[in-house]
């Protein structure tokens, strides 16, 4: 629910009604307070029955004539203001005050479609005409305070509505929009005391209290708004605006519970509500309760079939709960009635994507056009999905032609990159993101990406000037600090800054395997095997489905003479590596270590080949 309006706004809006009921009929009565404030003016009856009219001239202007013009005139202008054509309706009102220019009903028509042009000055002299005609004319003088209302004029708004309860005492409406304007003339006692007068008739009492709850509300008086408003309740509880009122200061006040409560009474006693609906979906959302808030945006769908953001709404709630089916027929429909809605078709895609449709969603992905602000995504989505279904050459020329749609998105050149490194065409990818970091000079991540990729193709000095870039750009770069201290401590250099740069990744990302096993590997290097030990055993609690953690605490036991630990962790990394050099070389290392099993007692000095190969 959205904060609720000062009294100025409401006068603008009691102010509108006004004018849009004196274009026809008379207002029907409803469940808005403001609706019911306004009396607008009768159907306009031009007497026309006049004696005959003369020209400066004194010739006589035949006064059938002046009528039938009149009613020709005036009939073109009540059609075109039920059609909202105002331009025509004002020129035909204005036409009809030739042949009848002393009608304060023709006056007071055409003040109401000056106002909705925006023509306020105009209005108000049309209508100052009309009270000038008929001082009695309750309508036009109600009309006339409106529009001094929207314009701050307090006091001559005050005179007119003043004027009204001189001659209409038992006239509510005017009553009661003194009380308002005296609030948004910061008079709020005089306010209070208004309304607690009118609030004795009865007439309206349940009006009457509203306002004064929405006085003490622009007052942050929120003890005494939430007693007018269950006064106004009271005196009328299927008056719906006082229910909204007091349910939003109870979401104000993060009193969620109370203004459920109050929602769910009203809809018991008086039927589904729109409004109330609307509201409590909001707080059940909020809540987490997504089948409740479900609940009422069936209520509000029901009554607004075409209300596309509850729709989507409700989408959303089938995709947290996990109805995927459900899901894809709500987004479906949503697309039937709005085709264009990207964001619905990214929707759609993903969880095509998380059933694992990928043909479906990468169908969905691909329809997202190059301007859109969705299209980075979807084009590396629709990529990544081709990937997994091993089509990389879709894969790559999806990304491709991506970059050529859209040149200047970072991020289709390091996942492009990504995938020439799965097909280990990485002197490609190094060619890829040489000329990415040239176009995108301060991208950190894409230098990091950079240096990986020279690494792998055998580059590792330019791999490391790479990464080394990347922190010259972002000194906090938690994947570039342990890059570079595993790389200069597999390189067997400058292991005290390998050491440094890795316990600041780490403290930026504690309890990391990777770069806890990062620090394991360089205090091995650098001859703490102790303190290895424990870091390495650390980082394989909290990875033990890493094969490298794996065989690096096992070269650490082995270097301590743990061979059978040193061994179960050989075996170990064997079972979870997939590259085939690696795999051989565990291999290598466990037969190493059974040879030294079989070998003569020892002379107090390990053969080479036990030692771990880095």
């Avoid at 043909?359 to 299209?375: N, V």
Wanted: with cysteine; aromatic share 10%; glycine share 4%.
């Amino acid at each position: 629910m959205g904060r609720a309006p000062t009294f100025f706004s409401v006068l603008i809006s009691v102010s509108v009604l006004s004018l849009t009921a004196c274009s026809t009929t008379r207002v029907q009565k409803n469940n808005s307070p403001d609706a019911q404030l306004v009396k607008a003016a009768k159907p306009a009856k031009p007497d026309l029955k006049t004696a005959p009219q003369t020209n400066a001239d004194g010739t006589v202007i035949d006064p059938v004539f002046m009528r039938t013009q009149a009613d020709y005139h005036f009939t073109l202008a009540e059609a075109y203001a039920l059609e909202g054509e105002v331009g025509r309706a004002i020129d035909e009102y204005k036409l009809v005050l030739v042949y009848d220019p002393t009608s304060p009903h023709i006056r007071l028509k055409l003040a109401a479609e000056l106002v909705k042009k925006g023509q306020l000055v105009q209005a108000v002299d049309q209508a100052e005409s009309a009270v000038d005609l008929d001082p009695n004319y309750v309508d036009a003088r109600l009309l006339l305070g409106g529009l001094y209302s929207s314009t701050k004029l307090y006091g001559k708004a005050l005179e007119q509505y003043r004027f009204v309860l001189s001659s209409d005492p038992e006239n509510t409406e005017a009553s009661l929009y003194i009380g308002a304007l005296l609030a948004e003339d910061k008079k709020f006692e005089e306010s209070i005391d208004h309304f607690k007068k009118v609030a004795k008739t009865k007439k309206q009492a349940h009006l009457a209290y509203y306002y004064m709850g929405r006085v003490e509300l622009d007052r942050k008086n929120n003890k005494e708004a939430e007693e007018a408003f269950k006064r106004s309740i009271e005196e009328r509880p299927e008056f719906l605006e006082s229910v909204m009122a007091l349910g939003y200061l109870y979401e104000q006040n993060a009193a969620n519970e109370k203004a459920v409560k109050l929602y769910r009474s009203y809809q018991e006693k008086h039927g589904p509500s729109l409004k109330v609906a609307n509201a409590l979906g909001k707080l059940y959302m909020e809540m987490d309760e997504y089948e409740e808030a479900y609940k009422q945006f069936v209520i509000v769908e029901a009554q607004e079939s075409d209300n596309l953001n509850i729709k989507v709404k409700m989408a959303l709630i089938l995709i947290e709960q996990k109805k995927y089916d459900s899901a894809i027929t709500k987004l479906k429909q949503i697309l039937s009635l709005a085709p264009d809605s990207e964001k619905i078709r990214f929707y759609l895609a993903a969880v095509y994507e998380e059933i694992k449709a990928y043909p479906e969603a990468i169908e969905q992905f691909e329809t997202i056009k190059p301007s859109s602000t969705l299209y980075s995504e979807a084009a590396v989505h629709a990529a990544y999905l081709h990937k997994l279904q091993d089509n990389y050459t879709k894969a790559i020329s999806t990304m491709s032609d991506a970059i050529l749609k859209k040149p200047d998105v970072p991020q289709f050149y390091s996942f492009y990159a990504s995938l020439l490194d799965d097909k280990k065409q990485h002197l490609k990818a190094v060619e890829v993101l040489t000329g990415a970091v040239k176009k995108f000079p301060k991208d950190d991540q894409l230098y990091f990406y950079l240096g990986s990729m020279q690494d792998k193709a055998g580059q590792r000095d330019a791999g490391v000037l790479s990464v080394r870039k990347t922190l010259e750009i972002n000194p906090d770069h938690v994947q570039a600090l342990n890059y570079l201290g595993y790389t200069l401590a597999e390189m067997n250099q400058s292991l005290d800054e390998a050491e440094a740069l890795v316990r600041k990744a780490l403290k930026l990302k504690p309890n990391d395997a990777y770069i806890t096993d990062s620090l394991g590997w360089i205090l091995f290097r650098k001859g703490h095997f102790k303190e290895s030990i424990v870091v390495l055993e650390s980082a394989y609690k909290l990875k033990p489905d890493e094969s490298i953690i794996a065989e690096h605490l096992g070269d650490v036991y082995l270097r301590y003479s743990v061979r059978d630990k040193a061994r179960q962790m050989y075996i170990r990394a064997l079972t979870l590596e997939n590259d085939e050099k690696t795999i051989v070389k565990i291999k290598q290392k466990i037969a190493n270590i059974d040879i030294a099993v079989q070998a003569p007692p020892s002379t107090g000095r390990e053969p080479a080949s036990t030692q771990p190969t880095p």
